[in-house]
Each structure stands twice: as structure tokens, then as C-alpha cells.
């Protein structure tokens, strides 16, 4: 494995799926398919490290899969946060389209 910096820290474009990374650690891939995986381990630290999570991994059972309930204070918190950013961002245009229709009665 060779080492890496804090930037270089992240899942590449040429880094295997999860999904792939997964069914290596089942070998349900063609020995082909492993030996690709097995090298880009070596030399990523990202995949490599993402490897041992997978590891923990079980596959939901028919019917299990529904997402989870949020608690109420976090839904609120989250609402407010979405609100204030789609608030600014309507002020931000209205600014935007004021300066334009100024600049155009200027003209």
C-alpha cells in the first residue's frame, strides 16, 4: 500500500464500485475481474481501506429495505437549514435581476 495525503484521500473515477468491491470479498467475480481488483488494492489506500467496512456488510432480508425515521428535532433543524438556503439564494437572484433591470434603464 503506498501512502497518501489528506487530498488524496477519496474514491478515483478508475476505483471500483463498492457493488464490485463487495462481490470480490464474496469471490463471486471471474478470476479475470479478482486479479484487477487485487492490484488496484495495492496501490489504492481509499479502496483499501474501504475493504474492511465491506467486510461488515449483510444483505437485507425481502421487505427490510425502507428507510429509517427521523427524529422529529433533526427533521425541523434540517427544514430550517433547506429554508434559509433556498431564502438566500431567491434574495441572491432578486439582487441579481434589480442590478440587470438597473443597468438596462441606465443604458
Not at 4 to 26: D, H
Not at 75 to 103: D, F, M, N, P, T
Request: glycine share 2%.
Amino acid at each position: 500500500m503506498k501512502s497518501s495525503s489528506v487530498n488524496s484521500f477519496t474514491k478515483k473515477i478508475a476505483c471500483p464500485s463498492s457493488s464490485l468491491l463487495l462481490s470480490s470479498l464474496f469471490q463471486a467475480l471471474s478470476p479475470e475481474i479478482m486479479t484487477l481488483i487485487r492490484h488496484h488494492l495495492a496501490a489504492c489506500d481509499f479502496c483499501c481501506a474501504e475493504m474492511p467496512l465491506l467486510a461488515h456488510y449483510e444483505s437485507p432480508l425481502r421487505g427490510e429495505c425502507k428507510p429509517p425515521v427521523i427524529p422529529i428535532n433533526l427533521r425541523i433543524l434540517a427544514e430550517s437549514l433547506l429554508w434559509k438556503s433556498s431564502a438566500v439564494q431567491r434574495v441572491s437572484e432578486r439582487k441579481k435581476s434589480l442590478k440587470v433591470g438597473l443597468s438596462i434603464a441606465g443604458s
